[in-house]
């Protein structure tokens, strides 16, 4: 029988507890053996593979669960077996509750947490990986996360007492509980009165606990040496010896791209200067840019790519270009010189266009680089793991000084 009764509960109930439950249970092992996974060269690949069925089963276990609470809605819920245990009875009613409330904000959260961030471990599915509505956030995905955490402690918990429960009745007493839900035996008696609307209550209220929590929290600290935001903190302003019209940048950005898991990532270096000198009859000049790259920001493999396999900035903290500006055509110039990165020193083409109106100057330009002519990522051979090209794109408003 598909149904419930009043004292059993039907084949589509019972599929979707025993399914719900072992993807959750398989999602719970995935992420403990994610943390406690060394990030390496060697497991950047499993982690990936791992993250990104760990993210699929989420998505699965939103979409079972949406079909459950639809399913429970039309069905009647079996009565009691000990309707005169109030207070037992109460605490199975509310971490029923409770763990319906899991099954959606635990996998919901990870889903947000994924959209807001950039990082590794596609969800393995061809429907798009962002949720509408969800912005590209460090905050947002830092608060998703915290939810995501606490559901996790609040799941493991449930889950426990739930599980001990089962047991009790099942070993202990005897009364057929956990049978009605594994092979849909009868147990209990019909007619018992049985609602009501004290367990939600007090389940809803915990989760509204649980998802306030990261709004109070106080915002996560920048990790040791990390700068602040260029408009808060600049780098030492380098200086040309140069007689050609010098030029302050007034705001801009500096981004990189690189795809991992053949997805791209997006990230940024917050703090950075640039000195300027610019001819604008003879379309030449040169620079020097400065960049602090412990103010980098590369969505969840931020700390990944500060570490000593790839920016190393705890060693470099550092890392400057110096080139001769030319005009090749109208409005394109390129910018040829060295950049100095993680102690190498690579030869660099800047390609951009430039617009000049009155004394202020617009650029807009691009250059592409090769992780491996930096010694950057030298374990990580494949690819598919990490792309060897890196796409560095920079934008900034000056004014002629």
Same mark, same amino acid.
């Given at each position: ?171 202990? !007493? ?15 008696? !019909? ?211």
């Amino acid at each position: 029988m598909l149904t419930n009764t009043a004292t059993r509960y039907g084949a589509l109930a019972r599929f979707f507890h025993w399914a719900i439950a072992l993807l959750i249970l398989t999602d719970i092992a995935l992420g403990l053996i994610g943390e406690n996974t060394p990030r390496t060269a060697e497991t950047a690949a499993g982690l990936a593979t791992l993250y990104s069925a760990h993210k699929t089963i989420g998505v699965a276990v939103l979409g079972l669960a949406v079909l459950r609470i639809l399913w429970a809605i039309t069905q009647p819920k079996p009565v009691p077996v000990h309707p005169e245990r109030k207070a037992e009875t109460l605490l199975a009613e509310v971490i029923h509750w409770m763990l319906y409330g899991a099954i959606v904000i635990m996998p919901l959260s990870g889903w947000v947490m994924h959209s807001a961030e950039t990082g590794f471990a596609p969800i393995l599915w061809p429907f798009g990986q962002d949720l509408p509505f969800v912005p590209k956030s460090e905050d947002v995905a830092h608060m998703a996360g915290a939810v995501h955490g606490l559901s996790a402690l609040v799941i493991y918990l449930t889950v426990a007492l739930h599980v001990a429960g089962a047991l009790k009745h099942a070993v202990i !007493e005897k009364d057929g509980v956990l049978s009605r839900m594994l092979r849909g035996t009868d147990a209990g008696v !019909e007619g018992e009165a049985h609602a009501s609307a004290l367990p939600p209550v007090l389940a809803a209220v915990l989760w509204i606990a649980v998802v306030a929590f990261p709004f109070v929290m106080p915002a996560p600290e920048r990790p040791d040496g990390a700068a602040a935001p260029m408009e808060q903190a600049q780098v030492e302003q380098a200086e040309l010896a140069s007689d050609l019209p010098s030029w302050t940048v007034d705001q801009g950005s500096l981004t990189i791209s690189v795809k991992q898991m053949g997805a791209p990532v997006e990230g940024s270096f917050a703090n950075w200067s640039a000195a300027i000198a610019y001819d604008e009859a003879t379309g030449t000049g040169e620079v020097t840019v400065t960049i602090d790259t412990t103010s980098l920001t590369l969505g969840s493999v931020t700390q990944q790519a500060m570490g000593p396999e790839f920016f190393n900035t705890e060693t470099y903290a550092t890392a400057t270009f110096e080139g001769e500006i030319s005009r090749i055509e109208g409005a394109s110039h390129q910018a040829v010189g060295t950049l100095t990165l993680v102690g190498q020193e690579v030869p660099v083409t800047l390609a951009f266009d430039l617009t000049i109106d009155g004394d202020t100057a617009t650029m807009s330009g691009t250059s592409t680089l090769d992780r491996r002519d930096f010694g950057m990522g030298a374990g990580y051979a494949d690819e598919g793991t990490v792309g060897f090209a890196v796409a560095v794109a920079t934008t900034l408003t000056a004014v002629r000084q």
